[in-house]
């Protein structure tokens, strides 16, 4: 009798999870439900290219229709599933529909954080997620004259980057005391933050949003005492993993669906991959990541469990995130106590900052220097020792490194 795979969450780690399982011998039935109108599309261009109207809708999907039908995956989208019944093995999708599964991924993703003050319902409030919150944003920035960004993490600074394009005034309201502060280091935060002011962008740091002001729509942003006019504002303050489903089927979750190196979850037949997750990483510290490289890789050692051909999960994580010019490229996790080592000069635009840690090379930043991020990410993989002098000497090119 053949298997019957459900996949619930047609985005990065869904549409990866079908391509693996039919790669890998996997004959039994696929079926993928997403809750979206739309076939699994690629999210970074969002707030890049595809905002700045430079790619076109169609680019943005991961794999034409074919493939689907050529997978033997039945596809289901625009139906959410609304609860896993794991003693009968079934999910059940909000339209009435009960799909049986032998084994079952999750692959849900996240969704914005919603700001909870006063005002947040007033129309030109924007989030960025989805191709439809972008088809609504992009009108606005041809309207708009002033944007407040309010957060300034990679995907409210990747805004205002094409928002200066559109020659937009800009203002990003942080709580914190500098940019991206979750993700990258101080040297890596302060180039940005000059990178932005010297395109025009007002910052405002230790500057929490009070409320949002305007009686039929917005009209400004009170924040740290002041008020910031502003016709549009775009909300780019974190995200919250899709487990909602999971907890009530009582899998272990806690921001996030648990799961091992294999991508099970507290269920030995129900898997998990991507943003949903969380698990232990190479290092042994509990992450849950927001990546393409995660989605992918999760999903893929997700399809191998399920295929019978389990294999760990240990790959050095990577991130990108381009604004202006510039395109910033990350591999490793970071921690504060890291001591890091720069090499080139930031004025330069292209330098990089090495993470140090019990002596061994343990995450790079990369500012337009792909050779420093392509040799680090595998000096991190071989946990390799790199006498910092090396490592910060530009005479000595990095390939002469490893
Ligand atoms: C604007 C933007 C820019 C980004 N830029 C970068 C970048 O530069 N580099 C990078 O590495 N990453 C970037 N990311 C993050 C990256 O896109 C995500 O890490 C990746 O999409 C995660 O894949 P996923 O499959 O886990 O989740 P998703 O791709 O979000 O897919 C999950 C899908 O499941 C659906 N779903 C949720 N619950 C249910 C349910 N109950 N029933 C049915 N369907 C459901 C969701 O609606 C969604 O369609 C960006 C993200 C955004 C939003």
């Keep these: 009798m053949l298997e019957r795979i459900v996949i619930v969450g047609a985005g990065q780690a869904g549409c990866q999870a079908v391509a693996t399982l039919r790669a890998e011998g ?5 079926v993928m439900v997403g809750d979206e109108p739309f076939a699994p599309y690629q999210r970074p261009p969002l707030s890049k290219t595809y905002l700045m109207g430079t790619m076109e809708r169609d680019r943005l999907f991961l794999k034409p229709d074919a493939f689907y039908a050529d997978a033997r995956c039945e596809t289901i989208f625009d139906v959410p599933v609304v609860s896993i019944n794991r003693g009968a093995r079934q999910v059940i999708c909000a339209d009435g ?14 969704r914005v954080r919603k700001i909870k003050v006063p005002g947040a319902d ?17 009108p606005a920035f041809q309207s708009a004259k002033t944007l ?6 990679y995907i409210g600074l990747e805004v205002a980057a094409v928002a200066r394009k559109y020659d937009l005034k800009v203002v990003v309201l942080e709580a914190l005391d500098r940019v991206m502060a979750r993700a990258v280091s101080k040297p890596v935060s302060a180039f940005y933050e000059q990178a932005h002011r010297e395109a025009g962008v007002e910052i405002h740091f230790n500057t929490a949003v009070e409320a949002f002001e305007g009686e039929a729509r917005l009209t400004g942003v009170r924040a740290g005492g002041k008020v910031f006019a502003a016709d549009i504002a775009l909300v780019g303050i974190g995200v919250v993993p899709n487990c909602e489903i999971a907890i009530e089927a009582g899998l272990d979750c806690s921001d996030g669906i648990r799961v091992d190196r294999n991508c099970v979850t507290s269920d030995p037949v129900i898997f998990a991959a991507g943003d949903c997750t969380r698990h ?3 290092h042994g510290d509990l992450v849950r990541l927001e990546s393409v490289q995660n989605a992918i890789d999760q999903a893929k050692h997700a399809a191998l469990a399920m295929a019978g ?13 381009d604004q202006y010019d510039l395109k910033l490229q990350i591999a490793g996790l970071a921690k504060p106590d890291d001591a890091i080592v720069l090499r080139g000069d930031p004025a330069s635009r292209k330098f990089a900052v090495f993470h140090i840690r019990a002596g061994k090379v343990a995450a790079v930043e990369a500012v337009n220097a ?18 910092p002098e090396r490592l910060a000497d530009t005479a000595i090119p990095m390939k002469t490194i490893v």
């Design 370 to 387: 792909a050779p420093e991020y392509l040799v680090g990410r595998k000096l991190i993989a071989d946990g390799a020792s790199v006498p």
């Design 148 to 153: 407040a960004v309010v957060g300034g993490g």
């Design 97 to 110: 529909r009960v799909l049986s599964y032998d084994k079952l991924l999750l692959a849900t993703g996240t």
């Design 280 to 282: 232990h990483d190479r």
């Design 26 to 30: 996997f004959e039994g039935s696929i």
């Design 122 to 138: 007033l129309p030109g409030i924007h989030y960025l997620r989805s191709i439809a919150d972008v088809d609504a944003l992009r």
């Design 309 to 321: 051909k389990p294999k760990d999960y240990a790959e050095v994580p990577w991130f990108w995130s």
